[in-house]
């Protein structure tokens, strides 16, 4: 609480304090570099783990020594990421997500249990194991349905690999 003997209303370790606060807060820029930065707002105990700047207009989320993701006026930035180990995943299954391409640039994959099941890149978009269609397919001016699809493709000469590997519901 704020009082005669405690101004700013700052407290060090005691949860039961409400700190107020006005105007503006400001903090440190981060320092350091890859593997070894230290935000400048952090943790008691974990100095390396916080929020952070290294950059001005960049706010930098910054754990164990690593920048893992940062905001901007052009949103949320997060790192490649890998088929292993996507950028964007669910916790506790890591290995399942978005990444984006290490080898082709401007390239999006979706990842299932450590291997890309899909891949969209400005030339190609690329499709891993069963690809299973519902319903109908169209162009924008014809529709097929997916049994007219599958005989197309069968009496393709020569004969298509899909005609294999396309499962239609």
């Known amino acids: 609480d704020i009082d005669a003997t405690n101004k700013y209303g700052v407290y060090q370790l005691d949860t039961e304090a409400t700190n107020v606060f006005q105007g503006r807060v400001q903090f440190a820029s981060s320092s350091g570099s890859a593997g070894s930065y230290l935000p400048g707002n952090s943790f008691i105990g974990d100095g390396n783990t916080g929020i952070g700047r290294t950059v001005a207009d960049v706010v930098d989320v910054v754990c164990g020594g690593n920048i893992v993701s940062n905001f901007s006026a052009k949103g949320l930035h997060v790192p490649q990421g890998s088929q292993a180990e996507p950028s964007i995943s669910q916790m506790g299954n890591t290995d399942t997500g978005i990444s984006f391409g290490a080898t082709t640039a401007n390239q999006i994959n ?11 890149n400005p030339t190609a978009s690329y499709f891993a194991g069963l690809v299973q269609f519902n319903g109908s397919i169209t162009d924008g001016t014809t529709t097929k349905t997916a049994a007219q699809l599958m005989a197309k493709i069968a009496e393709a000469t020569p004969s298509h690999s ?8």
């Open 110 to 120: 979706l990842n299932v249990n450590g291997a890309a099941k899909v891949s969209i």
């Open 162 to 169: 899909y005609a294999s590997t396309l499962l239609f519901g």
